[in-house]
């Protein structure tokens, strides 16, 4: 079902035994994944089951329990507040809400980056920015403020911002939440240009299957703490396991419980005993 | 056990608040050379915390004095001590009422907008984001307000006393007739610069780094909800009123 397991040279992302414990709930029992280099890896599962906290522990905004999790051979649970903050100046994020700076322009928010690692002169930070924008559609935007932007353009502004340092990787969480099908388009185009012209490793966090499959490479199934399935797009959406048929038919039960778990039915209206 | 609990747990929660305030100083203080570097950020938080605070520090001044020369006017004379006025003005703004009441509006003022701010870019990402660009945002969104409030308190505390001294000259003076040279003279012969002008001065700084740090750190700390704004904006005040009067009880015993 799945692709021959990348090796240690060809993953970007390696992650081991993860484990991860939050509020009493365990998030994660033993992940292992592997994002190879290069390529569009999709990291899919039902609502609540940890996509953008595996995303935090990725990016080193959140230390795991137990497990190693190894990003361009280095394991970001363990290196200082330093190299993580170099590492971090590889990598593009593209929030679920965007997070642009609201006091900043579209072109400061696209510069912010440069400006605060990079001493270029202005003329070089200009047309970087420009460049960057006009690769996402938003060269006349430059300078209107996050407020006046529709949201396929705030996010467009955000991956502008993701790709202005030219990173390894890009994390996009969530990247179609709230896009009509025009925006939706859009940032399909320019994830798979931007994949394909700069060779940047992707990870998408996505529940849209119909638009993960159009780019994605690979897709990882997580589910209950661990990833169940993973494989190309075409493999999974066969639904040949109960994780796979429910996710991607859609079905209402199945291996993930259409109740949230919860004391017998029967006793908590008060009717006695007996089975919910 | 069980009915000391409701005693217990927020005095268990209050401690851990102000443990982690300390902390988050020691934070502050420690990104404070790298916000250096982001000058124009301070220059600019300068602004809004200190300039934009100027109209409600200048009129409440003003109108403090008014109601200080007033009061003190009739009270002064019943004991035929009249001349006095400016000197018992002076000193009450100078050591006690400057300061603090400063502290007090500039809490109200400054300090929910600081937090407000701050909890907002908690709350959309944004502090997240600039962690995910390799920006400290302690470096770059709070320690350029603190070192603002720091900076632009004690010189509203001037602004204010001024004011204030101004409006009793009006009440005392202008209106109720008091000799213009014995107010002056009074004043200039019995205040002293170091025990009183300094001091006082001490003290808002003193409140300058307290209630921006409690701004600051309910900010950066907050629930990412607007309810979590909301009551983090709320507690900036309180807790900003009731550390101000509180330290400025230790530092009038340590300075008298």
Known sequence: ?276 | MSAMRPIWSPLRDGLAQIGACGIFLFRILRAIPLSLRYLRETVRQIFFVGAMSLIIIMTCGLFVGMVLGLQLYHTLSIFGGTAALGTVVALSLYRELGPVVTALLFAGRAGTSITAEIGLMRATDQLDAMEMMAVDPLAFVVAPRFLAGVIAMPILACVFNGLGILGAHLVGVSWLGLDNGTFWSNMTANVDVWDDVINGLWKSTAFGAVVTLIATFQGYTTAPTSEGVAYATTRTVVFSSIATLMIDFVMTAFLM
Not at chain 1, 52 to 69: C, K, S
Not at chain 1, 86 to 105: C, H, M, P, V
Not at chain 1, 185 to 200: A, D, F, P, V
Not at chain 1, 211 to 216: E, G, I, K
Request: glycine residues 10%.
């Open chain 1, 1 to 276: 079902m799945s692709p021959a397991a990348p090796t240690d040279a060809d993953s970007l992302v390696r992650i081991r035994g993860l484990r991860t414990v939050l509020n009493g709930k365990t998030i994660f029992d033993g992940v292992d994944l592997d994002i190879p280099r290069g390529g569009i890896t999709a990291i899919m599962g039902p609502s609540g089951t940890g996509k953008t906290t595996l995303m935090r522990h990725i990016t080193g905004q959140l230390a795991p329990d137990a497990g190693a999790i190894v990003v361009d051979g280095l394991d970001v649970g363990r290196i200082d507040r330093d190299a993580l903050f170099a590492l971090r100046e590889k990598i593009g994020y593209l929030f679920q809400n965007s997070a642009l700076l609201t006091d900043y322009s579209v072109f400061e928010n696209v510069a912010f980056p440069l400006r605060q690692h990079l001493k270029l002169p202005e003329e070089l930070v200009r047309n970087i920015v420009l460049t960057k924008l006009q690769a996402v559609g938003l060269r006349g935007a430059a300078e209107l403020m996050p407020s006046e932007l529709s949201g396929g353009m705030v996010r467009r502004v955000a991956l502008a911002r993701a790709i202005v340092r030219d990173p390894m990787m890009i994390i996009y969480d969530e990247p179609f939440v709230g896009l009509d099908p025009i925006a939706l388009n859009q940032i399909l185009k320019l994830i798979r240009t931007l994949n394909q012209t700069l060779g940047i490793t992707s990870i998408l966090v996505a529940h849209e299957l119909a638009a993960v499959r159009r780019v994605a490479d690979h897709i990882h199934l997580l589910a209950g703490g661990k990833i169940v399935a993973h494989g190309l797009p075409e493999e999974l959406a066969r639904g040949e396991t109960p994780w796979t048929r429910q996710f991607f038919s859609g079905e209402a039960d199945g291996p993930v419980p259409f109740h949230y778990p919860a004391p017998d039915y029967a006793t908590q209206l008060g009717l006695g005993g007996g089975k919910s």
